[in-house]
């Protein structure tokens, strides 16, 4: 019988995509981690890895294999949702990955609520960066995260995931206070502030003003909304921000609806093994709970 331990480790570097990432994610050494795989090409009886200049990239077989491991280890999930289930009280840890936005005003109520409801279990937040969070979740780095989609960007190629709908949150232009709703077209000569290039909040706004036909001058760039905020505010920029960014409060600068209107969609992303583990059963039930409220400030 192979061993387990071995076969995780190549489903780790198919996920990875090198030994020197699966040595760090899992605090080996990356000797350790290629020795324990030379192993289980030994117990395979096939070669599993060959080089590809400085890297080693999985042989067919090893890919077949990876599928397989994929199918046990979903199946171990469901046994361990099986076990939990049979507990009287809900414990253990449950790591959740999100973005800024939705940290504030959608995960954080949900921890306090999940708090308060089910006082032994362990909540563990991250926030991360853009679709990082999905192959983390995919690697078992996290149980459950909260993710977007921009519009025009494809939905997550992953598989093994499952997702559903919490809201679906308008993107609006951002002006500094006290001025009157603008047209698009018109602030094509003034500085802006998106995130940085690559990030899909960034391709989806440039793609807006292209579409009112100009070529926005980004003068900053940040992933922290806070700071668009506080240079809109300041008349330094202008820019674009998601009603969720106020949460409760009252916007403090000026939001114009695009023409059309454009929303991202905020989803939440689990592996199908654990979907219905008792833990992240009760983080969806808080998180719908609390995307309820939201949803009603999104639509106001």
């Known amino acids: 019988m192979y061993d387990l331990h071995r076969l995780r480790l190549l489903r780790e570097l198919k996920h990875r995509g090198t030994l020197a990432a699966v040595a760090s994610a899992l605090s080996y050494s990356p000797s350790t981690i290629s020795s324990q795989l030379s192993q289980l090409e030994t117990e395979v009886g096939v070669p599993l890895l060959e080089p590809m200049g400085r890297r080693v990239r999985l042989t067919p077989a090893a890919e077949m294999l990876v599928g397989h491991i994929e199918v046990i280890l979903d199946r171990l999930e469901q046994a361990e949702a099986d076990i939990a289930r049979a507990k009287t009280v809900l414990e253990g840890d449950l790591r959740i990955a999100t973005f800024q936005t939705a940290a504030k005003t959608l995960v954080l109520p949900a921890v306090e609520l999940l708090q308060r409801e089910h006082p ?104 922290d909304l806070t700071f668009h905020v506080r240079l809109i505010e300041a008349g330094q920029a202008v820019g674009f921000l998601p009603k969720l960014a106020w949460g409760v409060h009252a916007p403090t600068v000026t939001l114009t609806e695009l023409t059309p209107p454009n929303a991202r969609r905020v989803l939440i992303a689990t592996r199908t093994g654990s979907h219905d583990h008792p833990a992240v059963v009760a983080a969806r039930v808080a998180l719908d709970r609390i995307s309820r409220s939201a949803r009603d400030l999104t639509r106001s």
Not at 129 to 156: K, M, Q
Not at 210 to 215: H, K, L, V
């Open 120 to 223: 032994q279990l362990r909540v563990h937040v991250h926030q991360e960066n853009e679709r990082t969070p999905l192959r983390a979740l995919v690697a078992h780095e996290f149980d459950l995260v909260i993710a977007e989609e921009y519009p025009g960007e494809p939905p997550s190629a992953l598989s093994g995931l499952h997702t559903q709908l919490l809201l679906e949150d308008p993107l609006l232009l951002a002006t500094p206070p006290d001025g009157e709703p603008p047209q698009l077209a018109a602030l094509a000569h003034l500085p802006w502030v998106m995130e940085p290039e690559g990030n899909a909040a960034r391709r989806w706004a440039s793609a807006v003003c292209r579409q009112a036909g100009f070529e926005p001058h980004v003068r900053y760039q940040s992933t």
